[in-house]
């Protein structure tokens, strides 16, 4: 069973707005990570974020982690056409940290 | 370096059929994975290896094995090959659990 869902299944803006995602999880987490994947490509690994912080920059990538609502998001601003991708996130489970669960993404299309 | 490369990337099978897709990291991680992603869904986790030597099954194991002789390969078997193994499969490696992971370009495998 998938332990985070993204929400929404898909999104699509223009050029230089933002671009929000968010993902929920059911159980207790070690760290909670971001992933893109460009169609028909591997995944590459956006941000970690652990349980014990809650927000996290990587240039133009923010993510925030709010435990009490086992609930994340990804925020991408100034959006650009070469973002186009799905999004996924993946969460580790308390009782079994190597098992990493994945859920099902976003997938985010922008506009030129 | 070449990171996380898998081999074959493309391969068709009739049912019964056995095959053994091969993944190899250079990046002396001790932790390797096999997911597999089919359409609409996130990644479901095969098996993994914490290191040379071990495996240990993930979420949707049946019909599958693996095997970690050597630290930078994990082999990932399927012995009889059915339909619904059709799907694309991905190797990824991390230093630990709670590094990021690193993932291969995939093989998209389908059974008739």
């Known amino acids: 069973s998938q332990q985070g869902e993204e929400d929404p299944q898909a999104l699509s803006i223009q050029e230089g707005e933002n671009a929000t995602m968010n993902c929920s999880y059911k159980t207790s987490i070690n760290n909670l990570q971001w992933y893109r994947q460009n169609s028909g490509r591997g995944l590459v690994h956006l941000i970690l974020i652990r349980s014990n912080e809650r927000e996290k920059h990587s240039g133009r990538l923010r993510v925030t982690l709010d435990t009490s609502k086992k609930s994340s998001s990804l925020l991408i601003t100034a959006s650009r056409a070469a973002d186009t991708a799905s999004y996924f996130c993946a969460t580790d489970a308390q009782r079994n940290n190597n098992d990493m669960r994945f859920g099902a993404g976003t997938r985010l299309t922008v506009k030129p | 370096n070449a990171g996380v490369t898998q081999t074959p990337k493309f391969r068709v099978l009739k049912t019964g059929q056995s095959m053994t897709l091969l993944c190899a990291q250079d990046m002396n991680h001790e932790y390797m994975y096999w997911y597999r992603q089919d359409p609409g869904m996130g990644l479901r986790l095969i098996h993994y290896?914490?290191?040379?030597?071990?495996?240990a099954k993930g979420e949707v194991p049946d019909g599958y094995n693996v095997s970690r002789l050597k630290k930078q390969n994990f082999l990932l078997g399927l012995e009889s090959a059915a339909p619904s193994q059709t799907s694309v499969y991905f190797c990824?490696?991390?230093?630990?659990?709670?590094?990021?992971?690193?993932f291969g370009p995939g093989t998209r495998l389908t059974v008739l």
């Open positions: 990824a490696s991390s230093y630990s659990y709670y590094n990021e992971q690193f």
């Open positions: 290896s914490v290191g040379e030597g071990t495996t």
